[in-house]
């Protein structure tokens, strides 16, 4: 991921909801075959020192939101990737940044709701994805 | 909607990003001819009213968010029938439900960004809706 190696976790693939997620929080909605909502949660440290990584310098709270809007869209995308191998063809919705202190996410409508962390090499925060997801019948 | 009425304000079709939502918020992803999000934000007193007027007694915590996504859902598929109407046909994700305090959201990729306040018979907060969209070329 943009040079950063992402060392995924056990994860959980019954969530409970909602889910508890801090900081800077990414989502994009996915539709078709599958239909879900897609969260990232970077903790504000966690989303300064990747938006650094990548710019090569400062980041300003903007370049920060833009960095974790792209991050989602990327790891999304590789998702979608992977759901269109398996049949589940879907379309994405565009990313959007979610702020705020001790967010919960819950969506009722989801079969599915699918939950890991990853590791960035050289950060100590854990990145959160959360999916929840319905396949269609 | 589901026997309540509600009154538009003026709106803003140029509303500044990051936008700031309370409360109880559904969330919502377009795709196809129209790429976005929808964010409805009712406060927690106005999504507890509504529940327990469209439930007929007391609601929980639980019962809310369901009120809170099923509304999203219904204001969603409205804006997505007006939008296909227009020539942008777009498919919906799942609702997913965010609580929270002083949140923010932006969505750095659309080039529309419209938010409109509704005030509820009876109620006295309004329900915020805004809509983050970028038209396929």
Chains 1, 2 share one sequence.
Do not use: W
């Amino acid at each position: 991921m943009v040079g950063i190696t992402a060392n995924p976790g056990s994860g959980n693939s019954k969530a409970p909801q909602p889910s508890s997620l801090v900081g800077v929080m990414g989502s994009i909605g996915l539709s078709g075959k599958v239909n879900g909502m897609v969260y990232t949660a970077f903790s504000d440290t966690l989303a300064q020192q990747v938006a650094e990584k990548i710019l090569g310098g400062s980041a300003s709270v903007q370049d920060v939101s833009d960095v974790v809007a792209e991050l989602t869209n990327m790891i999304t995308g590789n998702l979608k990737s992977q759901l269109c191998d398996m049949g589940f063809n879907c379309s994405l919705s565009i990313p959007s940044v979610v702020r705020g202190d001790d967010i919960q996410v819950s969506a009722k409508t989801a079969s599915i709701s699918v939950k890991n962390e990853y590791t960035l090499e050289g950060c100590p925060d854990t990145l959160v994805v959360q999916v929840f997801a319905a396949l269609e019948h």
